[in-house]
């Protein structure tokens, strides 16, 4: 059975920094993309950020160049360093694995909430 466990979330002043955590335990089989989405009240899920086991990444137009995803392959850990956040962050987050047969996990989520 494949867990995830994430990490990091909380409460932070505009402006200020987070760094979420998602750790894989279990078995999966090569992981091709590690990532986070978020999703606000009332608002669909999206991708924030993913990092394929290339280590390409991509970002939603609302984080880049506040937002850093990194992997650690070793480890099943990914990342998310949240730099400059706004209110507009304010989300529950969760972390996505997705293999090579492209079957995706998912983390229980945790919440960002950014005061103003």
Known sequence: QVQLVESGGG?????GSLRLSCAASGRIFSIRRMG????APGK?????????????????DSVKGRF????????????LQMNSLKPDDT????????DEYEYEYWGQGT??????
Do not use: F, H, K, M
């Open 111 to 116: 919440q960002v909430t950014v005061s103003s």
């Open 44 to 60: 669909p899920a999206e991708l924030v950020a993913a990092v394929t086991s290339g280590g390409s990444t991509n970002y939603a």
């Open 91 to 98: 989300a529950v987050y969760y972390c996505n694995i997705r």
């Open 68 to 79: 850093t995803a990194s992997r650690d392959n070793a480890q099943n850990t990914v990342y």
């Open 11 to 15: 409460l932070v002043q505009a402006g």
């Open 36 to 39: 986070w989405y978020r999703q």
